[in-house]
C-alpha cells in the first residue's frame, strides 16, 4: 500500500469519525431527546429505543445488515465497501455516545433546525468520502432498477415520510412529524451547500480512457444521458472521448464515485448549471 493509498484511508476514517460523532450527536441529544424522527433505518431506530429502550447504534446495524448484503450483490464496487464501513462506525458511535450524552430538552423547533443541520453536515462528511450511512438510500437504489420511472430521490422521499408519519403513532403527537420534516429539510439545505452549492444542477465533464464503461456505469445507476465528444489533447495530440452529463445536485456525488470507479486518472470538471431545461429536468416552456 502505498502513501497516497495510506493517506486517503486515513482521510476516510477521519472524516468517518467526525461525521459519526456529529450524526449521533444530532440524533440523540437533539431530535430523538426531543421526539423528533430523524427519518430512515435511523428514525425506525429511535423510535424502538423510545418503545423498548434498545440501543440506537445496534439497531441501526441490525437493520442494515440485510441491505448490505442484498445492496453488495447488485452493485458492488468501492461504493458500497465504504458504506459497509461506515455504517458499522456510525453505530458504534451512536451506542457508545447514547450512553454519556446528557438529556436536552428544548425549544422543538431549535432541536428541529439544530439537529437537522447537525444530522445533514454529518452525512456530508462521509458522502465527501464516497460513503453513505447506509438504509435508505439502498432500499431506494434497488427499487429504482426494478422501476426506473420512479426516481432514487423521490424513493428516499416517499421512505422519510412513511417513518416519519409512524413517529405520529409512537410519540402520539402529530407536532413530532411536523418537527420532523422540518429537520429533515434542515438536513437537506445543509447537505446541498456542502456537496454541491446552492444552484439547480451540475454539468459534469469526464475525460477517460474508459469512456464506455464510465457511461454505462452512469447510464444504469444514475439513469442519466451522456454525450459523447471527441476531444484532442493540445500537448500530446492524443484524441480520447469526453463525456458530458447533466445531473441534479444530489447525484454528483454518485456519478463521480462511479468515474473514479472505473478510471482513477479520468480527468473531471463539475461546473454550475443554474437552469436546466429538457427531458429529467424541467420542461422547455
Keep these: 500500500m502505498n502513501k497516497k493509498r495510506i493517506l486517503n484511508v486515513t482521510t476516510d476514517f477521519v472524516f468517518y469519525i467526525a461525521g459519526g460523532i456529529i450524526y449521533s450527536v444530532a440524533v440523540l441529544l437533539f431530535l ?72 436536552f430538552k428544548i425549544d422543538p423547533l431549535l432541536a428541529a433546525v439544530f439537529g437537522g443541520l ?29 422501476f426506473p420511472h420512479l426516481t432514487v430521490g423521490r424513493l428516499m422521499l416517499l421512505a422519510d415520510a412513511v417513518v416519519v408519519a409512524f413517529s405520529c403513532l409512537v410519540y402520539k403527537n402529530i407536532e413530532s412529524a411536523l418537527y420532523s420534516v422540518v429537520a429533515l429539510y434542515a438536513s437537506s439545505r445543509i447537505m446541498d451547500m456542502m456537496l454541491y452549492g446552492a444552484d439547480k444542477g451540475k454539468i ?21 444521458g451522456i454525450t459523447l465528444i471527441n476531444v484532442t489533447g493540445a500537448y500530446t495530440g492524443a484524441g480520447r472521448k469526453m463525456l458530458m452529463c447533466t445531473v441534479r445536485r444530489n447525484e454528483v456525488s454518485a456519478v463521480l464515485t462511479l468515474a473514479r470507479e472505473h478510471d482513477k486518472n479520468a480527468f473531471i470538471v463539475v461546473g454550475e448549471a443554474g437552469e436546466i431545461l429538457g427531458e429529467g429536468f424541467k420542461r422547455n416552456q
Design 118 to 146: 447537525l444530522m445533514g453536515f454529518g452525512i456530508s462528511l462521509f458522502m465527501l468520502r464516497g460513503a453513505t450511512t447506509g438504509g435508505v438510500d439502498i432500499i431506494a437504489k434497488l427499487i429504482n432498477r426494478r
Design 32 to 103: 430523538s431527546e426531543n421526539e423528533i424522527s430523524p427519518g430512515g433505518l435511523t428514525g425506525i431506530a429511535t423510535m424502538l429505543n423510545y418503545l423498548f429502550s434498545l440501543p440506537v447504534g445496534t439497531v441501526v446495524f441490525i437493520l442494515n445488515i440485510p441491505l448490505l448484503i442484498i445492496g453488495f450483490m447488485k452493485f458492488g464496487g468501492v461504493f458500497i465497501v465504504k458504506t459497509t464501513v461506515s455504517t458499522v462506525m456510525v453505530s458504534v458511535i451512536l451506542d457508545i455516545t447514547e450512553g454519556f450524552l446528557p438529556a
Design 204 to 224: 459534469i465533464f469526464i475525460i477517460t480512457e474508459e469512456s464506455s464503461a464510465v457511461a454505462d456505469a452512469i447510464m444504469s445507476l444514475v439513469k442519466r
